[in-house]
């Protein structure tokens, strides 16, 4: 049996999980920061850094001693080494170095995206090829993942990401950081989405045309509009309601009008047929968007898999995993390896 131990500190969860190859998560824990950073309304850098180092250490440890795992134990160390804020990659990076270095175990660098892509492969059985929508704070892309080492971008946005997108709209709905949670709980409460959708009606950038990229910054200047000026004079709960609603409608009806094409892309761009596709990242969270895509997908006969709530936001189980993979084709990296802020998935670099 290989055992992976995995790190995770490239935003503002500090997270460790052990995870075996049998898809078992010996133990795992996330702290999130994100009670720290909400007051100034996104991750300030310098204090992301600062928390993890304060927590990692004794994560580490509590997790080994819940697992019940000595270090000996460990096939290898997997830790998120970019992209993501620097200072907190390096944190983890040093630490699951210094791990291997100790124990003489292979280090494994984990692209953190790679690790979203290939977590739903963790929790279902999910084979190569299939199409992914990674949709979190900092990305939005459709990838075509042929395999661990890879995967092609055949789409992205040319402004804000997704989980961006969200967030921001949330603020200007006077909603606490991050937003996206908060949006999906308030167009829950909309009683009349019909109403909802004609009475604010927002722009579909890039809407039929063609290609698989995105674009949401359009959206969210329409809704500052609307917040400062709505139809009806003020704003009352039932229009915050509304709002949300139109919101996650018109990003839904973005979303599949871009899949489309994805899909058409990807069945071209493959060698064997499409079968399968998942949604990760954070936004992946939001039940109201998966439910529609999933629908979507069944239409061109696509199974569409998310993986549990836990496993949609930053955590250690995906990076231990990714390195499951890596370890099963035999892949590790050098304790040379750079933290890398800026690393790109699924293109030429
Ligand atoms: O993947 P993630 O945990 O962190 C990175 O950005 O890497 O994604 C965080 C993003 C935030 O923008 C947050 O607002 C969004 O995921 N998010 C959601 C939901 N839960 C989290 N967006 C919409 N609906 C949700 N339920
Ligand atoms: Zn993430």
Request: glycine residues 8%; aromatic residues 6%.
């Amino acid at each position: 049996m290989k055992i992976v131990l995995g790190i995770e500190t490239s935003c503002d969860e500090t997270a460790v999980a052990v995870v075996t190859n049998e898809k078992k998560i010996l133990s795992h824990q996330i702290f999130s920061q994100i009670n720290t950073h909400k007051k100034y309304g996104g991750v300030v850098p310098e204090i992301a850094a600062r928390n993890h180092l304060d927590r990692l250490d004794t994560m580490i440890v509590d997790v080994m001693k819940d697992a019940h795992l000595s270090y000996n134990a460990l096939s290898a160390i997997a830790t998120t080494t970019g992209p993501g804020l620097i200072g907190g990659v390096m944190v983890g990076m040093m630490a699951g170095k210094t791990i291997a270095a100790t124990y003489d175990k292979p280090f494994i660098a984990i692209n953190h995206l790679v690790a979203h892509v290939l977590t739903p492969r963790l929790t279902e059985n999910i084979k190569f090829p299939y199409l992914a929508l990674l949709v979190s704070g900092g990305h939005t892309q459709f990838l075509l993942i042929r395999d661990i080492d890879d995967m092609l971008e055949l789409g992205t946005t040319i402004d804000d990401a997704l989980g961006e997108a969200f967030d921001k709209t949330a603020k200007m709905m006077g909603l606490p950081y991050p937003g996206g949670p908060y949006i999906e709980q308030l167009a829950q409460k909309c009683r009349d989405p019909q109403k909802a959708i004609d009475t604010y009606p927002l722009p579909k950038p890039l809407y039929r045309r063609a290609g698989c990229d995105f674009s949401f910054s359009g959206l969210k200047t329409a809704i500052a509009k609307q917040v400062q000026s709505p139809p009806d004079g003020d704003i009352k709960p039932e229009d915050a309601h509304d709002i949300a609603h139109a919101f996650q409608h018109t990003i839904l009806e973005i979303i599949k009008d871009r899949l489309q094409n994805a899909i058409c892309l990807a069945q071209d761009l493959s060698q064997e047929k499409l079968t399968q596709m998942v949604i990760v990242g954070g936004v992946s969270a939001n039940r109201y968007l998966y439910n529609g895509i999933k629908d979507m997908a069944h239409t061109h006969t696509l199974e569409c898999l998310t993986p549990p709530l836990k496993l949609c936001t930053d955590n250690g189980a995906m990076i231990a995993w990714a390195g499951l993979e890596f370890l099963h084709k035999g892949i590790t990296h050098p304790l040379s390896f750079p933290a890398r802020p800026r690393w790109p998935l699924g293109r030429a670099q």
